[in-house]
């Protein structure tokens, strides 16, 4: 964007004032006018020094005897030198040819972790998938605060239940809104990870049955399976 406004600034004002005038600098400007051509690679020379093919091939039946088949290069290295008094190629060297045959991997055993999918939870109608969050308001006066509890339909968007307290209470009770929910609909609840949002419980009439302790299937966090996924979303209205 700024290259574009420096070329429409040249045929008025020139290169270099418009380059200063935007902060660019005109170095830039010049090579991306005229950038350079990447030539040939050139081929590497072979070094004076290098294996020769019938000294590569030997090198190469060492390692693939029934003497070193189960030996490093490292190993190989240092009992041709100690015992044989032998000394054909360098360890690197070693490892290059056995690489280039396609030889040459990690050996070690690698811990691989397989690709995580982020649990995520689905509501597909109403009263399937319900989800609660804890907001912070400030109160009349300094230092005063109160915290908003909102239980919404993750399908529909609907308010369920809502309550303010003066302060986080593991025993309050939601304002349920709307129709009682029948017995045999049993929503999910979906609250964030923390210790307010396991100890707490909705407990209108109706609205969520007993505390947790009274019943095995009403816990307020609950482990999302893999195979649900999950549209959760709190509009900003809420806060």
Known sequence: MIEQTVEDLTPLVGTYPACRALGVAPATIYRRRCPSEPGPKKPRPKPARALSAEERQKVLD????ERFVDCSPDQVWATLLDVDQLYLASVRTMYRLLAEQGESRERRDQLVHPP?????????RPNELWSWDITKLLGPAKWTYFYLYVIL???SRYVVGW???????AGCVFRRSGPPIPNEVRPLFRGEVGRRFR?????????CGPPPSERSDAGVEVRPEPSRRA????PSCVA
């Open 116 to 124: 995580y999918a982020k649990p995520q939870l689905l509501a597909t």
């Open 231 to 234: 549209c959760l979303g709190w």
């Open 62 to 65: 060492t390692l693939h005897s």
């Open 199 to 207: 100890s707490m419980w909705a407990a209108d009439s109706g609205a």
């Open 163 to 169: 309550t303010i307290q003066h302060r986080e209470s």
């Open 153 to 155: 339909d993750v399908f």
